[in-house]
């Protein structure tokens, strides 16, 4: 069952996950990493060890751009919001990413900190894990 939030909190979570959608599909480490508290986290099916704090996260993701691989766009769906802990909330969402070689989906099991500030609600990612799934296989966490 879901967890009942106010539409402002849900709002920022949900800009959001869809800033990532865009950051990723743009390539562009240092957006997608502002989207992440100070030492944030991204794990699952990376390729690696988790990657931990912004730094490092813009650059898994400026090497991976980097590497060329094919561009991708990625759509988020079914954003349910599972627990909460004070300002954080653990959000299960599925995914499609969708590029020249087909297509793979997955799960996002995120933490996503919702914090009042400048006037406004804002959400970060304090996680991120990636579970793909491809062919009926599942890598990650």
Not at 26 to 36: C, P, T, V, Y
Not at 105 to 118: I, M, Q
């Given at each position: 069952?879901?967890?009942?939030?106010?539409?402002?909190?849900?709002?920022?979570?949900?800009?959001?996950?869809?800033?990532?959608?865009?950051?990723?599909?743009?390539?562009?480490?240092?957006?997608?990493?502002?989207?992440?508290?100070?030492?944030?986290?991204?794990?699952?099916?990376?390729?690696?060890?988790?990657?931990?704090?912004?730094?490092?996260?813009?650059?898994?993701?400026?090497?991976?751009?980097?590497?060329?691989?094919?561009?991708?766009?990625?759509?988020?769906?079914?954003?349910?919001?599972?627990?909460?802990?004070?300002?954080?909330?653990?959000?299960?969402?599925?995914?499609?990413?969708?590029g020249?070689?087909?297509?793979?989906?997955?799960?996002?099991?995120?933490?996503?900190r919702v914090?009042?500030?400048?006037?406004?609600?804002?959400?970060?990612?304090?996680?991120?894990?990636?579970?793909?799934?491809?062919?009926?296989?599942?890598?990650?966490?």
């Amino acid at each position: 069952m879901s967890v009942r939030i106010d539409g402002d909190r849900y709002a920022a979570i949900a800009a959001l996950f869809g800033d990532y959608a865009y950051a990723i599909d743009e390539g562009d480490g240092a957006e997608i990493a502002a989207l992440f508290v100070a030492d944030g986290e991204l794990y699952g099916a990376i390729g690696g060890p988790p990657v931990v704090g912004r730094e490092h996260i813009s650059e898994f993701f400026t090497r991976r751009r980097a590497a060329g691989g094919p561009q991708r766009r990625h759509h988020i769906a079914s954003m349910r919001i599972v627990a909460r802990d004070g300002d954080d909330y653990r959000v299960s969402s599925y995914f499609i990413s969708v590029g020249p070689n087909g297509q793979m989906s997955g799960t996002y099991h995120d933490v996503c900190r919702v914090t009042h500030e400048d006037g406004g609600w804002q959400a970060r990612f304090v996680s991120k894990g990636v579970t793909v799934e491809v062919n009926g296989v599942t890598h990650g966490s």
